[in-house]
C-alpha cells in the first residue's frame, strides 16, 4: 500500500506541474487555442480522484467509483451517435440498466455470470425494445452500436473493478500498475508522434498514430513495467518485461479501435466545432482494451488470481 501511495503521489505531482505549465503557456499565447488541452486536464483530474478510490479504499469503493465512471464513458458515447430516435433512446435506458448487474456479479464474486452476461445475455435481451418499439429501419444499426458500447464501455472497464475481489492482496497494485502504464503509453505515443512522428500507422482512423509514436510508447512502457512491478505487483522481471510489451500493444489497437468507432458511429471532432471532444472517452479508449487483457493472462498464469 505504501507503494501504492508513492505511486499516486508522483501521478499528483505530474498533473500539477502540467497544469502549472498549460496556465502559463495558454496565458503567453491567447492567440492559439488549447481548450482541447484544458478539455483533457479536467478529465486527467477527474480519472486520477476514480483511480485513487479504486487503489486505495475498500473493493466496495472501488466497485462504485468504477461504475460511476462506466457509466459516464457509456453516456458520452450514446451522446455522440448520430440520429438517435425513441426507441433508440429506450435501447439506452435499458444498456444502462445493465450496468449496475454487471458489477453486482463482481460484488458476488460470480466470475462465471460477470464473464457472459453481456457478451451473451444482454445481446441476446437488448433487440427486444427495439423490437417493441415497433420499428424495423435502422435495427441492426441502433443494435449492433448499442452493444458495443456495451462490451467497450462496461465489460472492458468493469475488469478493473474485480482485480481486488480476485486478490484482495494484490487488486490495488495490479489496478494502479495499469492505469498507470495505460496513460503513459498514451501520453507517449502522442507526444512524439506529434513531434517526431512521420509515418503514420493509419491516417484513415487516427492521424495522430505512427509508427514513430508506437515504438517510442512501447520501449517507454516497457522500461516503466519493469520499473514499476517490484512495487506494485508479485511479478518477476521478465513476467514485467512481458506485461509492458503485452499492454503497449493492447493499449495501441484500444486507441485504434475507440478512432474507427469515432469515424464511423460518432461525430468527428471534425463535426459541429468539435462538440464532440468530451472528457472520458478520448481517455479511456485504451483501458477498454488492456484491462481485460490484463485480467485474463494474469487470471490464467498466476495462482493468486
Not at 498533473?15 to 503567453?28: G, H, K, P
Request: glycine share 8%.
Amino acid at each position: 500500500m505504501f507503494s501504492s501511495y508513492v505511486v499516486l503521489l508522483l501521478a499528483l505531482a505530474v498533473l500539477i506541474v502540467a497544469n502549472l505549465v498549460y496556465a502559463f503557456v495558454s496565458r503567453r499565447h491567447r492567440d492559439k487555442d488549447y481548450s482541447t488541452i484544458g478539455t483533457r486536464m479536467k478529465a486527467w483530474w477527474g480519472m486520477f480522484f476514480i483511480f485513487c478510490l479504486a487503489t486505495l479504499f475498500t473493493p466496495a469503493v472501488s466497485l462504485v467509483s468504477l461504475m460511476i465512471l462506466c457509466f459516464f464513458a457509456l453516456q458520452e458515447y450514446f451522446s455522440m451517435i448520430r440520429g438517435t430516435r425513441k426507441a433508440d433512446r429506450r435501447l439506452f435506458l435499458w444498456a444502462y440498466l445493465a450496468i449496475p448487474v454487471q458489477f453486482y456479479w463482481i460484488y458476488v464474486g460470480w466470475y462465471g455470470m460477470f464473464i457472459v452476461f453481456i457478451p451473451l445475455y444482454v445481446f441476446l435481451v437488448l433487440p427486444i425494445p427495439r423490437l417493441l418499439g415497433k420499428g424495423t429501419f435502422g435495427f441492426l444499426r441502433s443494435v449492433s452500436s448499442t452493444q458495443w458500447g456495451l462490451m467497450l464501455m462496461v465489460f472492458g472497464l468493469s475488469h478493473l473493478a474485480y482485480f481486488q475481489f480476485a486478490t484482495p492482496e494484490y487488486g490495488g497494485g495490479l489496478v494502479l500498475f495499469l492505469v498507470v502504464l495505460t496513460q503513459l503509453h498514451d501520453v507517449v505515443h502522442t507526444v512524439i508522434s506529434l513531434y517526431l512522428g512521420k509515418k503514420k500507422v493509419v491516417p484513415t482512423a487516427n492521424p495522430n498514430l505512427t509508427w514513430e509514436g508506437f515504438v517510442g510508447a512501447l520501449i517507454v512502457t516497457t522500461g516503466a513495467a519493469l520499473a514499476l512491478a517490484p512495487y506494485l505487483t508479485p511479478f518477476g522481471m521478465p513476467a514485467a518485461f512481458w506485461f509492458g510489451v503485452l499492454l503497449s500493444f493492447a493499449a495501441f489497437f484500444g486507441s485504434l479501435t475507440v478512432s474507427v468507432l469515432k469515424r464511423d458511429l460518432l461525430n468527428g471532432d471534425e463535426d459541429k466545432g468539435g462538440a464532440p471532444k468530451k472528457r472520458y472517452l478520448s481517455q479511456i479508449d485504451s483501458l477498454t482494451y488492456t484491462a481485460p487483457v490484463f485480467f485474463h493472462v494474469v487470471r490464467y498464469f498466476f495462482d493468486f488470481m
